[in-house]
């Protein structure tokens, strides 16, 4: 799977659970690529961070990932 396809993956995983939930743990971005290594699915998350299409939300002990303008952020 190329980068892109896995981005999107990404994408459609979080606009699926949008609904119930709007963060989640690294591990569960790590279960939908079971072929693939932590650090590969990490570059994932953090260069769809730094497009804008990603937020990082930290409680002060975990981080966790969620979309843009969905749910509670920090900038929010």
Known sequence: MDQEAAKQEI?????SK???KT??????FTKLFPDMKAR?????LTALVQEGKLVFWSSGSTTMYGKKDAGK???G
């Open 11 to 15: 994408i459609n995983f979080l606009d």
């Open 18 to 20: 949008e609904k119930s």
């Open 23 to 28: 963060k989640f743990y690294f591990n569960d």
């Open 40 to 44: 590969e699915v990490k570059k994932l």
């Open 73 to 75: 952020t920090a900038e």
